[in-house]
């Protein structure tokens, strides 16, 4: 009798990663709490600015911020959005080092999973144990005390973050 040693590797390899996708899903909502476009806290979904599918920046918990399933959805078709709150909250040169580490190919080996789920697990927990004491996200507002409004009513800036993506992604 032969033993597939590469088909319980591939199934351990796979539910290693929904853990790890189930985990960095509960560490940002918790974080975050809210919808970071819209500012809801309704139907709260774990997002990625850069899709689950570039394996390198799937678990950053830069990439990752929490949306409301609409703007997640609208993310799809209208990434200006959720790249203005970004570039917003962050900066540009965060966003070119995400897309950069988002182009490198990355396959995640079993040990590296471990690891991650382990570091994970345990973020989680200082979460849990400081969430009495965890205050507001920071944000950095330019116009208003609403990050929101920032993100959502500033129309040029929308449309230059949006050209900024375009650029860096080189589109």
Known sequence: ?????????????KKL?????????????????????????????????????????????????????????????????YTNWFLIRYNTEEF???????SEPKKWSLLELRELKENLQKQLRDLEENSKDFGEVQYNSRNSENPFEDALQSTNSAK????????VRGL
Do not use: W
Not at 25 to 48: A, F, W
Not at 96 to 102: E, F, H, M, N, Y
């Open 96 to 102: 070119r080092v995400l897309v950069k580490q988002a």
């Open 160 to 167: 230059t973050c949006y050209g900024t993506a375009k650029a």
């Open 1 to 13: 009798m032969k033993i597939k040693l590469g088909s319980n590797t591939a199934k351990e390899r």
């Open 17 to 81: 990663i929904k853990q790890c996708d189930d985990l960095v899903s509960l560490i940002v909502r918790k974080r975050d709490r809210y919808c970071v476009t819209c500012g809801t806290k309704e139907r709260l979904t774990c997002s990625h600015l850069i899709k689950r599918g570039r394996a390198a920046t799937r678990f950053n918990l830069i990439n990752c911020n929490c949306q409301c399933s609409s703007c997640n959805f609208r993310h799809n078709s209208y990434p200006e959005y």
